[in-house]
């Protein structure tokens, strides 16, 4: 492609420059995070993906932003824990990944990012299963369930406080583990910080990481895997 | 197996317990961590390994390391820029895994980081492939190898610094990439921090981050990735 | 001057002592910091600056101190986004600056910053433009705007997350590039600190960084440099 | 005791104030921390110590220390991996604790600090056991001594990298568990940050942390506990 | 056990794995950390412990949680200053712990921390003492009283600011001592940090510490040790 | 005295423990830090310093403090922008210090700190002086102020931001100089560490420093030296 | 140009990528940066540099690389102090900046990266003066210089410590400021933060900001801004 | 004074401006701060001061620098524990302030850093006495000594680790008190930011702070309130 032709597929709104290369560079169309934008942006931008594709993920979304994309996209669908709104396309898809994405929570707490996780993995595509609470301070819940972990295609895991179900789970399986920190805990946990430590220094080899109550970067490293 | 299974399998030295269930695990055996074991250690432990498999692989080698280990293993290749010593088995197999693992470095002074993923990638069955000092200062170094990127199987990428160099390659391809800040810097880059946390805030879905300076755990995770 | 004649020049109310030798020193009047001054105090301060220069400029401002100064200068305008209010002069003089200031941003989340540059260039007396929305996660989004970069003569680069921007466009272009790093993100972007980070360690030679969030003092320091 | 009996109990040298009180408050003498004094500081605070109780233990001792101490008390004994010179009474003790302080490892690299516990719970009429390089990459390797550390008076766990190994411990056993972090690791472990951190954060109820690498710190407060 | 045993004391719901395993591994059946959980399922988790146990503790329950539980169990018993909810069995039965918890506090602030160490230990079968407000500014407050210290079996150190009173304790008697450092503070504090870091690095032999406001893990660390 | 008089001096409250040994040991009476108390601890802590010496100092204190304090003591001086309320003896005697204590401050934004230091250099019987917003970017500003400077007997400054003012003011006076940081600013500010690192690194000789936003420390250790 | 054209404007040797673009997009050819290079390699680049425009900067030069470069280019200038070695061009041409880059330096431990910051700037083609030992405890020996700091066409301010210095100049005239923090301090300076941060929370506007220690950095950054 | 008076009291070396200016300001000369210095810059502003004075202090003296001094003044004494060397007047007259000034140390390794307190403050006119080794793990050290305390004119406390000692002296006395963290300690000390944090955080009004082993600071202080 010439300048040119990469200009044209770049939209610019006042506000933002819509990249329509990215499903041809990254594989699936820009995602809109919602955080720190007007519900008028956010809904702008979503009719721009709209058309383009015929669909569209917003996460980090508030109430205001959901209410928004739900009054103008009424097929949209909302994950309250997850805090997204996904329109399929119409119909949706059979997955193309190889395998399946599998979450795993360490606690209860922790669900929010793997809602965001699994809605995601869902929206590129991806066969979807979820483990929950299955935290180290009682090892059997996880030990119990090593078939399902060993049946997986890629596993992220989900864990606040001390960050060690990664490690764990690393030691269990072959298969890739992208490990996400939450910012669940108080005190020294330092909104995460202790788990996201943790889990850069995993003594098990090959776990990978993703920022602090990233669930969607852990999807949607997940999909590149999982489509590879 | 039973408890007792898994124990036989489990070889205890006075300074260590050889984890002999890891090839069945984790789909390749015990990797040596030289740093902090006396060259004594780390022969006898390379020697459990080499009776076991017939291959080892030793990184954070020191020159004593090294020393101790081609004296015993004279068939062990050192790479001095590396830090490692590998065994490889006689002779050695073709690579397993699907694709090509590409090591991808920002500067010159982040090739130890670089030669280290790609020697443990060799080891763990991988094909691997090179591509140096394409930070983004000038950014058409790295512009001008887009086909060379586009055609990896998983892309490993090295970068001091200011660690942008994993935003520019993830937002160039749609295959898996694993970024791994090193400590080259002074001053406010605190041994490779800045690195790490640009690398963990990434603006394109889907790079996932290692220890800083961990180019075997970044060769660990592409491997699982590419034989997944 | 005498230390009497500079004495005379410091104009001191109960809470405030209006400096009114900074247009003698540092090339234009104080600026009112409207955060932690109540809207009293800040219209106060406003009057005396009008009164002695005909204009004034205040940041930070919360709503009610734009209520306060709206009221009381029917002809301030207030930036919402920016959080400014600007009593320009009576005419608006021409600028004076050799060149033009443009302020670059790579995010949506990142405009109240860079409109807060944009206001406060003008009025320092600068001609001002603006690119929007061309972060490195689509690298082709800056790339083919590399004519408008080269033809500005100071650049504001506004960036967030991993902060990778201005190494971009300071290896494309041979003019001043001044780096502001935004509180856009979360987790490990501590408020801004990984982007104030990668900033601080550019691989591009010549890149300057002021403090998180401080598009005022970009804009003051393009404003030196235009005017120098 | 009056004001003046307690001073008569302190010993005041040059350098130093020795508190013969200690057994009667603390339950044991003073220990000699050698960091950061000469050896001939070190030797002369020994002597005080054996003069009035026929042992002294000294920590963190530099092969110069040791050399000082040997050469004064023959009978002294040096434990090189973990920086400890011992004078036990002659003849020594039994064991006066209620239980067995069980030390436990999960790298080889971590038995330094491992060692300096071991000595110190022994000074302190305690017996001790050790379980080494147990750590959670392998899970199997702790899980198949549960027995172990089932029968265990109070547990000692060692453990630097991601620190998640008393967790899993404190998860299998009813009774105390002290988690002391070590410096064992590299990059953001900044020095055995991630493992402290780690352990505070511990989803297990009643794990207490010591200082990194304070393995003496860990065996004194075991010995409270097995004396309590 | 077999796994399939192990597997039936895993309790399946949605949102939560309650694992009664627990009395039989860790001596007590689950808390209920209530932060990060709606007050629906905080009751759901109350439900099946107190099916299964007759008894159950929530902490760091907010006014909404208190009220759901309150209508589902009248005669559970909320502590307002310690934010727990407690169910005891009906009767009570008589402290099974060798001998007393004693909860100090340093200041009046530190109030809540020490509540819920206090609820905790009884919940967990331990006699319970308080001494409250006897920080070392005053430092005879504390002198005072060390008669008390010396008879308590272990004793709970609850300390804001610069946490200098476990060091204190420490050495005034013989029994294991817990530090709980508190976020009571401001400015250089960092939310108890300060008291944290001087905790760790008592100069008093055998201290061991808790998490920042962590009443309920010290007083589950007191009760494993007054119960081994 | 023996413990027995002085445990007469410690009035236990249930949630607090009243030294009156204060102004026989530090020089005056305890004062009220209202944080983390609710007002009516505060107002019974009041009631019985007022009963015994005539007098109190409340700092920290919330509109509802205030209240409730104003409420029974209507005699009692609330300084709103310092968040004081005193309750001068009666008559008030003559300052008993040596000199005069002068408040410094670098910015308006600063003054809340600065009158908590004034009200409480006055209640500790201090004559008190003020200068204000001084700081260092016009710097004649200050140095028109060298007289008043010199004349003082001992200078509190209050700075935020870069905190660079004391450092010029301890160059200039051979006073005994106090600084404190504010968390005046944004940003890399830090809340504060900003300039309680640049304070604590003066490169003037003799320059001490108290916690960050900490007015009453800073007028307490100036009383110590007013009257020393 | 062509992506072709490009390409070959960039030399690969086996370590380095050699970017003989920079001259065009940047302004000036690359500057080597020793650290992390072996002597060889820093030769090699050297002689790509010096045969594609007849002279070459390196900084950071340990002895090593100052011998193997002055044994290689017998007219390149070693800057001991600086660390730096410069082949000027022959004949070297005058310098083409606008104005005068005036290096100001707060005391003589921080002559090192003045130093650094000199001859980058002469070898980018600056007239440089320096003005030397100058820190704000003596605050007069700053302000007599005012009529120096005023005639500079840009100011570099280097300072450790406190960092105070650029906000004093910056206060004092009307061009551009770029403060440079060092590592000269000790304890809490932290290695160059606490002046890092002061210099980017300075209260005058338009002070810009380079990494720690980066003298070069600030060159270059006064270049661009001097050739603008 | 005009500005031509104060710049000839400004004698300008190639690399420093010593500042004559200094009694009549600070009320001391100039000291001479080793560390970053040559041996030769050293000796040569020692030159300057003693032909102007008769007397000058040198601290953070490497043995290089004690060996130059001693041997070009041979009447200057050397403290090596305090790395000082100080050349008194000659003859040297009494003390000029109005109390003593005494120095108390938590432990032995905390001599260095008073030691380089106890010789600034003889050095500045001050009586000074020395209590050494008496920190809090046994608080009778430090009660047993309430006399000593109440006598002095001035406190500097000097303590590691936790840094508790402060605030038990600061309670038992009226005087001023000033806390010097030092660097004594392993791990979670972080080079004495936790000692450093805990005085900053004293629950004793009044105590003031200095930087970590900034013994001469903290007598710079004492001096300035001494003499005051």
Do not use: W
Request: charged content about 20%; some cysteine.
């Amino acid at each position: 492609m010439t300048h040119d032709d990469v200009g044209r597929l770049i939209e610019r709104l006042a506000f933002a420059s819509i990249d329509h290369l990215r499903p041809h560079t990254q594989g699936h169309a820009e995602v809109i995070f919602c955080s720190g934008k007007t519900p008028g942006q956010v809904t702008a931008i979503a009719e721009r993906l709209a058309a383009a594709g015929g669909e569209f993920l917003a996460t980090r979304a508030e109430p205001a932003h959901v209410e928004a994309l739900r009054a103008r996209f009424s097929r949209a669908e909302a994950n309250e824990l997850g805090r997204t709104v996904y329109l399929p396309p119409d119909p949706e898809p059979a997955p193309t990944g190889r395998g399946t994405v599998l979450v795993v929570t360490a606690g209860t707490s922790d669900l929010p990012v793997a809602e965001e996780a699994a809605v995601t993995a869902r929206a590129l595509r991806n066969r979807v299963e979820r483990l929950t609470d299955v935290g180290v301070a009682g090892i059997h819940r996880i030990l119990t369930q090593t078939d399902v972990l060993r049946s997986a295609g890629v596993i992220i895991v989900v864990a606040g406080m001390e960050g060690a179900l990664p490690s764990v789970v690393g030691g269990l399986v072959k298969v890739p583990v992208i490990a996400v920190p939450t910012s669940v805990g108080y005190g020294a946990s330092f909104g995460g910080v202790a788990a996201l430590l943790a889990m850069l220094n995993s003594c098990v080899a090959g776990v990978t990481v993703v920022n602090i109550d990233n669930g969607f970067g852990a999807a949607a490293a997940a999909s590149r895997i999982n489509h590879s």
